[in-house]
């Protein structure tokens, strides 16, 4: 086949994927040149809030008392600059009214007003982020060292992640804090959604797996492993068979609790503080304070014949 | 140690890791000068077949009517360019003839016909995916927005990587759709083997650790959670006591079957249409139609001794 | 809200970022000027050693018998000059003694030393892992190639930062190797604590989930699917409620074990050689030589009551 | 001196040099917040335009009668989006206006109006650069082709930089030209002012150090070389000692002239049609048409006195 | 205007751009896919030239006697397999021939074989131009080092390009060579065309719009300065009125010869050995061995009026 | 010719270029392992200062009143941290000294000290290019802004560099301020050796092709035009025949003297304040104050016979 006769052929496709019809199916809800998300822009935005929240460890800032603040500032500043277009696109992306030029006038103080507040809020996600480290470092014998936990932990990246989406959940911006988890989630294997309610000094060990789920309360000093699942069951369905929205349907998970590897807990269930729970266990149902849940008896046999199941 | 002394010790290491009998070690099979497939050229394939079906989520294309044909016929000519280059490397790699000019030339062409083949299929995928982002969206209560399925959900990457890379399979590529799927497992944690066969509307909730066999069947309208495993159980060996491939060994999964977070199903087995696997439980036997399989009682204890296991 | 005043407001957050008070609670125990390891400078240089390796599957050295050896002998110079700057970083980052001129020196000399040695080792590792190549292609039927194993096999790259993490380690370098094998956990999936005592031939399949502790000890064709958890159960405290470090707390995997997808096996205990572990299943006894461990009966229900649980 | 001591110095330079007194000089009139242009986004909007223009010689452009049509409206859609920006903070650079938002908004939709003007001049400036290249083509024979013209003659580049900056000047854009034109500049020497008046058919060989001037008028197939001065003499001053702006000041070169290395031409004089200038003449009156002029006789000497002067 | 009106406006300026009519305008003799030359790759293989003969000097390669040798390859090996394809580019671009796939087949040896013969060369390149570089060193008081002039003389730039041109020329490589010396030009000011003829120990100070033509023919240990130009004087023209190509028109000067700034010598004259040309001065005839030529006396005025001419 | 055939020919070519004996002719000076400077970095370092002296004019730093100071000390300690080693490198390359422990140590002290010392020159250095600037602006009626100087006067570059460049002269730097000169030189075609000795408010007009020699004195408010060499006669050799380094050779100019395009003006000659030389002239007795230089006659002639010269 002629390189020319191949590329003639080409113009079929390149019609088809751009007739409205076409990409309708995928887009929508969009509306011709109003701004989307930027999946890596928010990805450069989340780095540099690292890098605020743990000057020196990830890369950029050189750790020096006397120009630590030059740096800070630098970052500050373009992570405003950034994110003020993003807040702006989430909120377009999930509007229903009628355009107008008083609304987009609207939108945009609102961006402004929601990233300056999420700006001063970083000193106070250092502070947790750093209760979050502290329990990491004391549930693990392996961790020699704290910076160690913030160098190599996954789960740190992860609640770091989590606690931007949540603040930004809080203020109001819609879409761009269900990027922000799916980031970490791509990068450690650990799915916290944004709208869950976590208490302080959180930690996961290993982390890959877990998932946790958009109603969860989970209190203080929760500990879980890799693995681990704080899941809806099945959920009722509005008159179309769809999903209702929004209605509590995972787990509250009380202070002190240890949930171990591959857990999977399902539905509006309390777990009781101080309660453990271990590894593999399917739990659809309450389980007291200070209680303890294991996996049934295996079956054990003395010879397999032959290495396979 | 001085630099100079240093530098003259890595002669030893350099003959060794060059000379023809270490590294055939690790490129058993290779012939000088032919092309390797390219991860990272690959992945620049797939982000860019990507942005084609789902325009304007990926952050190349601008989204609008009138502009969009460009963007769009860009990216199909260098998807041509590029994966021309990979197919004929695919073809390579696997073959077992002896080398010729006739045997170069026409694999040359080969690869151009089958791209020009694959390029012609894109809109289908696109109207695949749409169908994939439905059920995801309709499956979870979560999601507010169908363009949040496409930006947040890993499961919608691995899929798409997986149609991308069973097409290529059925036009007779070898090698490449193997990494097409490998690079979303990196991605997302979700493993699917792309000679698997899945039908519509397919959905996979958070995903990580997915794992769908090369031999699966899988119907419509199924949905899995994060951890399930549709694997094989131990396997033939031929004469030399090697796995004998190609043998069906993996599961079918019929239409309208929810199989939950962390189930591991293995073998050839059938799972019955409407059928629901609860977590973490074990399956090694056929289920019924509109069956249910859960694991198995927990051993539950009033007080734990202390916050362990 | 204007965006001088904006503006204005940032002084605030910087000063309350940059004071040392605040960063302290992030960066305990750093000195100021003193290098921190590169996350970044690790990946490359981890690249490159897979470069070495595996000439030719990962992109920059082209297969050709006459100039292997000038692209092998410049990564090893690349490699040897990024890691001595890495190993040094990692030095200094664990180190509690008072700083002076002669500790920086004899610091720098090890570093150099300690590279040396372990650029010296590499064609060692080739061979290391050319086994665990060949194991994987010989487990699972899928594979048609052994090139396909190297390209698109996840457990090859996990295994690979593994085992040169662990050559660190034993050379005496702290936390650099914690932080490659971190590197291999992100892009993987797999955690391998560099400290863990690995034999030769052990493979891995899919690997989402897997991960193996620092005190565990593995024979030689010990195969794992993914989610398998050698784990530790709850852990001796020392006088102050901290755990106690470097205790012996994973399990033994003895030669020729198979464990399925999903197994969670924790504490000190032996898992006889020949034997088989079933998926899913919670261990925290000792399993006999050739011994069979599946999990106990599910809950079969013939009809579901509407798709969920 | 200790590190820390000398970044304690760098204090008084930051606050010296961030201080608006001191900034002030060199920042005379500028806005806070306003736009200003940008040297790289305009050298990438120039690229990018020459690329319009001569498909396939500056990189991006694969030239295919079927695709070509793809990359053209990409690069348009470009140098749209980038240049209407450009054109904006050209606008608002020297505007002495008092500030609004509604001359903010005329001003907006006064750059959309210019830069879709100037996208559909592009057909013509193609048309007179295919003139300036046939004329340097027939003016050279060292030229062995079109294609080297386009490929390696300086002047082709500099003579676009000015029918570019030329078109954006009468569309009503300051300052964007000027930093146009110094680009070419910069790139081979030849130095063109962008008010300059140039007819068809202009060509320049070897071109570096030649100057046109603001106020030429330059008529067609006229042809310069190297370091061909058309300046002016010393001008008018304003009651404050400042020089006047604006006045005619430099030559009027009319058709069918060439003039050669070095000479220079100062003041508003007319060299008439045909006429020639010899290489090194400093020429300050008007030359009839069909003239010549050639520097006065040299000191000729039939022994040096040793290799100097 | 709105975005959408003026997005629609593009596709008649692409479809304008796009039509073979309007770019044929500028491509006059190209054929659909056949590869054009690339000055950005051009450029990277001089860069690379540059360092092989320079080690040190221009950035990649660390000056170590034991390692040296793997960087050398590398480049090496790099060059040619750019180079090749550069070759081959040029060749198809000055082809006049009916296209044929025994042709193409043939131009492809070609290219592999000029291109080795090219790389067997670099060392007699180093050669001459180490000898360029002790000229140029002994001939300015201001170097304080020979390495200072590789550093920072323009001249070994241009002239390096110079040589590694006009040895591609030597092998019959069309095109490239032109492209090559024009890098030179824009970044030095220094225009030398490849088909000169230059002895050894050439030196040219700052140099800055120094032109040397086609046919030129230059002795050993001459000096230029800035501005030079050794010209051709108006060129006969054959009956179509275009100018013959190829007739000897450029100056013959000899060894020892030194011409100062902005002299301009034109036409197929001999400056004789040991000559010294003053600055600014318009030769046109035949000068005598040892013989000089200053310009003729100025008009010196005692007062000017006022600073201007 | 194969592949392979080739490349076994490559081990001469790179053998040669490896060995000492040819590689020492263009090396000739250097140490193994010392640091050479970098031409890249030194680029990187003066774009860096520039925008330190112009902010907002050269890219990287938003103008914003209250955000300027965190991108000026970014600037600042990464002009430092850059610096100390260009100087390090500087020092090293031109000591002649035998090689010790200390010596090293104290060089590093040395460039930390001079770094520090350029650093606090900065606004200096501001101040006297804000006089540039204004000179520029009114010396030229074509520029209709003094941001449109900055922007767009190629001048305004090559004088800041010197500055730049003469402060580290003077400071005790070899090497770097030679290629800083080099650096402006090749963007500009202006080439001003850093050991001059210049005067306030100093402009350039154009610039292409102006030399200004390393001992050349000139006054305040000098205004030069493209072209202008302030350049060297013939010089003094030594007893070996090379020329005796330092000797004064380059005129003096003093205040207020213009001088037109292409004028060459050679040997330690005094051209008195307030006099005014024109174009193309060769210049090399003294000038008197108020004087005025302008070249002898033309020959003109009424009709030239087609054309030529």
Redesign the interface.
């Known amino acids: 086949?002629d390189?020319?006769d191949?590329?003639?052929?080409?113009?079929?496709?390149?019609?088809?994927?751009?007739s409205?019809t076409?990409?309708g199916?995928?887009?929508?809800?969009?509306y011709?040149?109003e701004p989307?998300?930027?999946?890596?822009v928010l990805k450069e935005i989340v780095e540099k809030v690292r890098q605020?929240?743990?000057?020196?460890?990830?890369?950029f800032i050189?750790?020096?008392?006397?120009?630590?603040?030059?740096?800070?500032?630098?970052l500050?500043?373009q992570v405003?600059?950034s994110l003020v277009d993003q807040v702006l696109a989430g909120l377009c992306?999930?509007c229903n009214q009628k355009r107008s030029m008083s609304l987009l006038s609207e939108r945009q103080?609102k961006s402004?007003?929601i990233t300056?507040r999420f700006?001063?809020s970083?000193?106070y996600l250092?502070?947790m982020?750093?209760k979050d480290?502290e329990a990491a470092f004391?549930?693990?014998?392996?961790a020699?060292?704290?910076?160690?936990v913030?160098?190599?932990?996954?789960s740190i990246k992860a609640i770091c992640n989590y606690r931007i989406a949540n603040k930004l959940y809080q203020l109001g911006v819609?879409?761009i804090p269900?990027?922000i988890?799916?980031l970490a989630?791509?990068?450690?294997?650990i799915?916290i959604?944004p709208?869950a309610n976590i208490g302080e000094s959180f930690s996961i060990d290993?982390g890959?797996?877990v998932?946790v789920?958009?109603t969860c309360i989970i209190g203080d000093r929760v500990q879980l492993?890799?693995?681990v699942?704080l899941?809806?069951?099945?959920?009722p369905l509005d008159e179309n068979g769809?999903?209702?929205?929004?209605?509590p349907?995972h787990p509250i998970v009380e202070d002190?609790v240890?949930i171990?590897?591959?857990?999977?807990i399902?539905g509006r269930i309390t777990v009781g503080h101080?309660?453990?729970i271990?590894?593999?266990?399917?739990?659809?149902e309450d389980?007291?304070p200070?209680?303890?849940?294991?996996?049934?008896?295996?079956?054990?046999?003395?010879?397999?014949d032959?290495?396979?199941?």
Not at 11 to 18: A, P, R, T
């Open positions: 086949m390189t020319n191949v590329k003639k052929r080409f113009d079929y496709v390149v019609n088809s994927l751009s409205p076409s990409y199916q995928v887009c929508h809800e969009h011709d040149n989307l998300p930027s999946i890596d605020l929240i743990f000057p020196g460890f990830y890369g050189p750790l020096n008392t006397n120009t630590l603040k030059y740096y800070t500032g630098l500050v500043d405003y600059e992306f999930s103080k402004k007003d300056i700006i001063e970083i000193p250092r502070e982020l750093s480290v004391l549930n693990d014998p392996a020699s060292h704290r910076g160690e913030v160098f190599s932990y996954p819609p879409m269900r990027i988890s799916e989630h791509s990068e450690t294997g799915d959604h709208l290993h890959t797996g998932v789920g958009s492993f890799q693995g699942t899941g809806a069951k099945s959920f769809n999903p209702i929205k929004g209605v349907r002190d240890v171990y590897s591959n857990a999977t399902l101080h309660a453990t271990g590894g593999n266990v399917w739990v659809t389980v007291m200070y209680g303890r849940v294991i996996q049934g008896r295996s079956r054990i046999e003395k010879f397999n032959g290495g396979g199941i």
